[in-house]
């Protein structure tokens, strides 16, 4: 065959244009699929760090914020609460956190950053509960022994005022502390660490 009465350039700019039309199409057709393996805006959002202001945080008050769809505990200790953090430890399953889910900047006898502010995430170890908030001295339903702290009301695991279990409970690990930093002194940033990282 020959080449004869073709016009080869004609040719060349057909092909050309055949594969870079062909190369639009495909790549708008990828876009939905690639777009629906990317999160969605309310995905991002719900995994995003929450910034809280602890500012006009009283003495023995706590706020719960939304972190991941959990609940984020935010508490203002008190010296008492401080001071029963020592007396708590012969009764509690893992008093050195060795088994526990925190950063490394809370694994310390407060599991937190500073002594006075705690921060954990509000869902019981055993089932999945939200344990109660339970400041009272020795109330009749938990008994004389009960220095405050938070209780499970599903199935009875009680922690003390650093998330700890007490023995003899469902629950089998402490309370998991979230990653977060200070922004400032007033401000927190739950969901990222020292390094950054979430």
Same mark, same amino acid.
């Given at each position: 065959?020959?080449? =004869? *009465?073709?016009?080869?350039?004609?040719? $060349?700019?057909? &092909?050309?244009?055949?594969?870079?039309?062909?190369?639009?199409? &495909?790549?708008?057709?990828?876009? +939905?699929?690639?777009?629906?393996?990317?999160?969605?805006? #309310?995905?991002?959002?719900?995994?995003?760090?929450?910034?809280?202001?602890?500012?006009?945080?009283?003495?023995? =008050?706590?706020?719960?914020? #939304?972190?991941?769809?959990?609940?984020?505990?935010?508490?203002?200790?008190?010296?008492?609460a401080l001071?029963?953090?020592?007396?708590?430890?012969?009764?509690?399953?893992? +008093?050195?956190?060795?088994?526990? #889910?925190?950063?490394?900047?809370?694994?310390?006898?407060?599991?937190?950053?500073?002594?006075?502010?705690?921060? !954990?995430?509000?869902? /019981?170890?055993?089932?999945? /509960?939200? +344990?109660?908030?339970?400041?009272?001295?020795?109330?009749?339903?938990? *008994?004389?022994?009960? =220095?405050?702290?938070?209780? /499970?009301? /599903? $199935?009875?695991?009680?922690?003390?005022?650093? *998330?700890?279990?007490? =023995?003899?409970?469902?629950?089998?690990?402490?309370?998991?502390?979230?990653?977060?930093?200070?922004?400032?002194? &007033?401000?927190?940033?739950?969901?990222k660490n020292?390094?950054? !990282?979430?």
């Amino acid at each position: 065959m020959s080449d =004869q *009465g073709i016009d080869v350039s004609r040719r $060349h700019f057909l &092909t050309a244009s055949a594969t870079a039309v062909g190369a639009v199409g &495909t790549g708008f057709a990828a876009v +939905p699929f690639l777009s629906a393996m990317s999160p969605s805006a #309310k995905a991002r959002a719900a995994g995003a760090p929450v910034e809280v202001d602890i500012s006009k945080l009283a003495s023995g =008050q706590r706020i719960v914020v #939304k972190w991941r769809g959990k609940p984020v505990w935010i508490l203002k200790r008190g010296e008492a609460a401080l001071q029963s953090l020592a007396n708590d430890e012969a009764q509690l399953r893992d +008093p050195e956190s060795n088994e526990s #889910k925190q950063p490394e900047s809370s694994h310390n006898r407060y599991r937190s950053i500073k002594p006075e502010i705690f921060v !954990a995430i509000g869902i /019981c170890t055993h089932l999945g /509960c939200s +344990p109660t908030f339970r400041p009272d001295i020795a109330p009749k339903d938990l *008994g004389n022994d009960w =220095q405050g702290g938070f209780f /499970c009301p /599903c $199935h009875g695991s009680s922690f003390d005022y650093a *998330g700890r279990v007490f =023995q003899g409970v469902p629950a089998p690990t402490n309370l998991e502390i979230p990653p977060y930093v200070y922004l400032s002194d &007033t401000r927190i940033l739950v969901g990222k660490n020292e390094e950054g !990282a979430a």
